[in-house]
């Protein structure tokens, strides 16, 4: 992986250049992992004339020595932008920040130490659009990160059984991905029965299940520090006719959304899609979010999967594709997969059937 | 607890008034909970001359309404800093921000929103100055999360065998935690065996446990909304004299320390006082970290325990306590307890033994 670090650093440099950058202040952490392989929690990382420099402290250096090559480490003293900016005293006179990763407080603190005499450009989003292109070791890594989700997903569904508890289950479901050797989940992971399902981002309680409760999980596992994100919705019990309509509705807006996804079409395209189906089962004003997202070292991305958006799909980006219906005091329906763009195909990494399973 | 969320909104805006603010515009989750119950992750939370406002998408607005009591929820439309700027066009002229809790980017976009005749002050900590006062239900609260650790660190450490991986001791532990009723981790479970227990911040990895290693388990847990945050080292097999050298000045730099603990002492003083019992062991530089830090809603708070802080420990404060040393190539040996200040005492929370175990 080495090679990796060394090849994105490079076409960074060419991009900093491109912009007239005489050096570049990277303040996220996933980024700090897409560039140098360092996994730590804190520090800053500079690329200028000089190489490539990790700031840290002291809980971080050896680490960082460990996990990096070809980068130069230096122990921060005191707060973390403090040392940056000093550091970046010695740099060009042209400094890209990001203002997306980087508190109004932190940056004021680094243009301080930094001194007056410097240009500082907003930059953000350099790293993340060389990030949305992912090379075959990363696809080859996420569809791994996706096979886990999927098997995590079929072992929980033997659980759904009336007296289960939300965070019962959203237990076994972290204990078997970390067992599987996932890093954990991706994001906390989401178990719905019955009217909670109505929340698209509900914390699983100690509610217990109940028969004919909709049943939703939404789960991910980080795997080789890449994250896979997959929804399934359950019936306990034989759903009403009403409910099987809803699910028919979401899963053709689904399976629509997913076939739309390929190389060129805006993402806009893809989020319209999955509305027009909904609109046609008259369900629309139930989707109350954004059709998906990209998917990576992170679990929220670009390219964003909503109404508007005029991004096109290019080979290499992974999304998710996650249409629902949310229907306050009944409960939610949603289904979601992981769709990776190829120059001439796309491809779901998470196989796995979307019939409504009635447990 | 809806009338806690009221009375701390009161004092706020005692506070606000003290500052001359006219709105103030809260960005971060963990106030967003403490002034209004509110646990979603995304929006933003205004507090004005016309009441308290929490702008969020359609994810969360279900959920906002049956979570809060005397707080109107908005639907915001597009990105959340454009929507809570538009609302603030009707706020009063004087307007405080968190500079500690919102990007660069977050800023110039609420700051456009709102038209150019506001005036921004930051008002970063304002919220999180109230936090570190713990009431007596908040206390209670976390009495339970510490206790819970507690059980949990004793649990874990019956499975500390040869052949255990990191990861598989990692899971484990979670997945108690989950099963006693936690929210989840408060922080990634530190599982670090033999030479990785020099990395005060490893994460788990495949690595086996093997005979006469060092093991550190720092871990914590988040329930009922509040952090609890433990570390305790033990030695499989039985350890060598340097080890137990060592061990015994980890030990009576942390209890020294935490005698230290009391209203109107200096976070500085704490600190100062596990160095100095350090120093007299001749470990002093291999301690590469600060001795502790505030605890609540969150796992790292204010106060922050650290060299030369003047800040005055106050009855309410919940702290840890954790010197530790870090010797690269050989290992790592951390204590830490959760500590309450109280008008003339202080408490321990993670009651357990700090005896050397050798398993």
């Known amino acids: ?49 000089s190489g490539t420099t990790l700031i840290t402290d002291g809980r971080f250096t050896v680490q960082a020595r460990q996990e990096t090559s070809g980068v130069r480490v230096v122990l ?9 900016g000093e550091f970046l005293k010695g740099a060009g006179g042209t400094i890209g920040y990001d203002a997306s990763h980087l508190t109004v407080a932190e940056f004021k603190a680094a243009k301080q130490a930094a001194g007056a005499r410097k240009v500082w450009k907003d930059a953000s989003g350099l790293v993340e659009g060389l990030r949305t292109k992912k090379d075959p070791q990363e696809l080859a890594q996420m569809r791994e990160a996706a096979s886990l989700a999927v098997r995590i997903v079929e ?3 033997r659980l759904v059984k009336p007296g289960v508890t939300e965070r019962e289950l959203a237990a076994e479901i972290e204990y ?56 399934r919705t359950f019936f306990c019990g034989r759903a009403p006719e009403r409910i099987r309509r809803w699910y028919q509705g979401v ?38 979010h954004s059709t ?33 219906v949310y229907v306050e005091g009944i409960g939610g329906i949603r289904i979601e997969d992981d769709v990776a763009v190829h120059e001439q195909s796309s491809e779901v990494l998470t196989r796995l059937t979307r019939d409504l399973i009635e447990l």
Not at 253 to 279: H, I, K, N, P
Not at 299 to 323: C, S
């Open 1 to 49: 992986m080495q090679s990796a670090f060394t090849s994105r650093r490079k076409i960074l440099r060419k991009r900093m250049a491109g912009r007239a950058l005489d050096a570049l202040l990277v303040t996220h952490p996933a980024n700090w992992y897409y560039l140098t392989g360092f996994t730590g929690e804190s520090g800053a990382l500079v690329l200028d004339g």
């Open 76 to 84: 921060q003293h005191g707060a973390v932008m403090p040392s940056a």
């Open 155 to 157: 072992r929980a569904a």
């Open 176 to 231: 078997q991905m970390r067992r599987a050797g996932a890093l954990g989940p991706a994001f906390e992971t989401i178990v719905a029965f019955g009217e909670r399902s109505a929340f698209p981002h509900a914390r699983p309680t100690a509610k217990k299940l109940r028969k004919n409760e909709l049943v939703v999980l939404d789960l991910g596992a980080i795997l080789g520090h890449y994250c896979s994100d997959i929804t």
């Open 251 to 288: 899963r053709e807006a689904q399976e629509a959304a997913v076939a739309a996804v390929r190389a060129g079409v805006t993402c806009g395209e893809v989020d319209a899609t999955a509305r027009r189906v909904l609109s046609g089962y008259r369900l629309g004003h139930y989707f109350v």
């Open 292 to 324: 998906g997202h990209g998917l990576g070292l992170e679990v929220h991305e670009n390219p964003r999967v909503a109404k508007g958006q005029t991004q096109r799909l290019e080979p290499g980006n992974v999304i998710t594709v996650e249409p629902g």
